[in-house]
């Protein structure tokens, strides 16, 4: 598999989505992921607010699905929350690089990587393409961050290897491959974390990848939190009485 980051302008005003894509992209040939942060989307989009117009602990509580407060927390602004199926801080909502302005996660962020899955399609005239809207996140009892896929088109988010043999015959019972995140944690490691203004990666020659035109969405690769293997980590989400509904 190779990834390569794409150096683009530094994106601070909203712009057409599609055609910043269009002005830094080589011609794309067949069976290439092209990933994209979803903070050059949400700018682009203008789903941004002005740091003095309200307080992040607001506006955290505007855009999350869930959130669940941390007393022995020291930071507010910091908090664990459940957005667009993921647990993560914040709602997702980032300072950095954001000149004076809080940046929020795309308003629909399938319906943005459709959009430009669709343009991509047709102006390169592919058949075998995908687009990845990538962020950063955290893992528990890990420092740093690694990638996380926000929404994928043009290919499965998963590549099941139930009923195969292993090395030695027996069947898998369980086995999948998180494809979508995997893509992700890849083109986020390439594209990097600060100045480095590179917000594009192009994939190709990825395993694992069935590329399809269907219509995806973060469903596909959400479980159940009574079902999770960490479900007795998650009671807060289990038990939803613990966790506080935003809307």
């Known amino acids: 598999m190779y990834i390569r980051a794409v150096k683009t302008d530094r994106v601070e005003q909203p712009q057409d989505l599609c055609a910043f894509v ?6 794309l040939e067949e069976r290439t992921i092209v990933a ?5 989307v949400s700018i682009c989009e203008g789903r941004t607010v002005p740091k003095t117009s309200v307080s992040k602990e607001e506006l955290i509580k505007q855009e999350a699905d869930l959130i669940i407060p ?3 927390a020291t930071d507010d602004r910091i908090i664990l929350t459940y957005k667009n199926h993921l647990l993560i801080p914040s709602a997702g909502i980032d300072e950095s690089n954001g000149n004076g302005r809080y940046i929020l996660y795309p308003k629909d962020p399938f319906q943005s990587v459709r959009k430009i899955w669709e343009h991509l399609r047709q102006k390169h005239n592919l ?9 950063s996140r955290t893992t ?3 420092w740093g961050v690694t990638g996380v896929a926000l929404a994928w088109q043009g290919f499965a988010s998963t590549a099941s290897y139930i009923g ?3 090395l030695f015959g027996q069947p898998l019972r369980v086995t999948k491959i998180n494809v979508a995140d995997a893509l992700a944690v890849g083109a986020v490691f390439s594209m990097g974390e600060s100045s480095e203004c ?17 219509e995806h969405g ?17 009671r807060g989400v289990i038990e939803v009485c613990k966790w506080k509904k935003i809307r």
Request: aromatic residues 4%; proline residues 13%.
């Open 70 to 72: 941390n007393p022995e």
């Open 164 to 166: 195969k043999p292993d």
């Open 198 to 214: 590179t917000p594009l990666a192009l994939i190709t020659d990825a395993p694992h990848v069935t590329f399809d035109v269907k």
């Open 127 to 135: 058949k075998e393409v995908g687009v990845l809207m990538t962020d």
């Open 22 to 27: 269009d002005e830094f992209l080589p011609p």
């Open 140 to 142: 528990p009892l890990r």
């Open 218 to 234: 973060a469903e596909e690769l959400c479980i159940d939190p009574k079902e999770d293997l960490y479900r007795s980590l998650l």
């Open 36 to 40: 994209i942060t979803s903070k050059v």
